[in-house]
C-alpha cells in the first residue's frame, strides 16, 4: 500500500498532490482545527484505519528534513518525545522552533519504514550534517533514524555536504 501523508503541508505541496492521480483517500491529514493533543489522536487514528494489521505503520517512503540542531519530524534534540515507544503519533506543545505546539510521527514510525530520504541544502546545515554523518553523534533527532529493515540516502547540496570528508557521490544538477 502506498499512502501519501500530508501534515500540514505547504501550499506548493497541496498543489502538488491535486496534480497527481492519488485518490483524495490516500491523502491522510493532520486537523489543524483541533487542539494539538486531539489532532494527534485523530491522526493516530487515521494512520491505523490506513494500515490495518500493523502494529506500527509501515510506510514505503518517508521524505524528511533535517533542522540545524539535527532535528527532524518535530522531534527536537534532548526532548522527552525521543523516547516515546508507545504512540505512533504524538503532540508536541513546547518547540522550541515556531510553531510551539506541532504533531510529529514518532521514531518507532520513521524507523519502521522501507525507505528514508533525508534532503537537507545549504550552508547552515554543513555542521550538524558533519556530526550526524562523520562524528555519528547518535544523541540527535536525525541520527535516530535509522530504517529496521529499510534503506536510508541523504541528498545533499554542495554548500551541505561542504565539511564532509567521507567519500560521497556527486551528482551533476537538472
Given at each position: 500500500?502506498?499512502?501519501?501523508?500530508?501534515?500540514?503541508?505547504?501550499?506548493?505541496?497541496?498543489?502538488?498532490?491535486?496534480?497527481?492521480?492519488?485518490p483524495?483517500?490516500?491523502?491522510?491529514?493532520?486537523?489543524?482545527?483541533?487542539?494539538?493533543?486531539?489532532?494527534?489522536?485523530?491522526?493516530?487514528r487515521?494512520?491505523?484505519?490506513?494500515?490495518?494489521?500493523?502494529?506500527?505503520?509501515?510506510?514505503?517512503l518517508?521524505?524528511?528534513?533535517?533542522?540545524?540542531?539535527?532535528?527532524?519530524?518535530?522531534?527536537?534534540p534532548?526532548?522527552?518525545?525521543?523516547?516515546?515507544?508507545?504512540k505512533?503519533?504524538a503532540?508536541?506543545?513546547?518547540?522550541?522552533?515556531?510553531?510551539?505546539?506541532?504533531?510529529?510521527?514518532?521514531?518507532?514510525?520513521?524507523?519502521?519504514?522501507?525507505?528514508?530520504?533525508f534532503?537537507?541544502?545549504?550552508?547552515?546545515?554543513?555542521?550538524?550534517?558533519?556530526?550526524?554523518?562523520?562524528?555519528?553523534?547518535?544523541?540527535?533527532?536525525?541520527?535516530?533514524?535509522?530504517?529496521?529493515?529499510?534503506?536510508?540516502c541523504?541528498?545533499?547540496?554542495?554548500?551541505?555536504?561542504?565539511?564532509?570528508?567521507?567519500?560521497f557521490?556527486k551528482?551533476?544538477t537538472?
Amino acid at each position: 500500500m502506498s499512502i501519501q501523508v500530508q501534515p500540514f503541508g505547504p501550499p506548493s505541496l497541496t498543489h502538488l498532490l491535486s496534480k497527481l492521480p492519488i485518490p483524495d483517500s490516500q491523502v491522510l491529514t493532520i486537523d489543524p482545527a483541533l487542539p494539538v493533543e486531539d489532532a494527534a489522536e485523530d491522526y493516530a487514528r487515521k494512520l491505523r484505519q490506513a494500515f490495518q494489521g500493523d502494529t506500527v505503520p509501515v510506510f514505503d517512503l518517508l521524505i524528511l528534513g533535517v533542522g540545524p540542531d539535527g532535528h527532524t519530524c518535530s522531534l527536537f534534540p534532548g526532548h522527552p518525545l525521543l523516547q516515546e515507544r508507545e504512540k505512533i503519533v504524538a503532540p508536541i506543545g513546547d518547540s522550541p522552533k515556531p510553531p510551539p505546539q506541532r504533531v510529529t510521527l514518532t521514531l518507532p514510525v520513521l524507523n519502521a519504514a522501507q525507505s528514508v530520504i533525508f534532503v537537507a541544502t545549504g550552508e547552515g546545515k554543513a555542521a550538524v550534517l558533519k556530526r550526524i554523518l562523520e562524528d555519528q553523534e547518535s544523541a540527535l533527532p536525525a541520527a535516530m533514524v535509522q530504517p529496521r529493515t529499510g534503506a536510508l540516502c541523504w541528498f545533499l547540496d554542495e554548500a551541505a555536504a561542504r565539511l564532509l570528508s567521507v567519500p560521497f557521490e556527486k551528482h551533476s544538477t537538472l
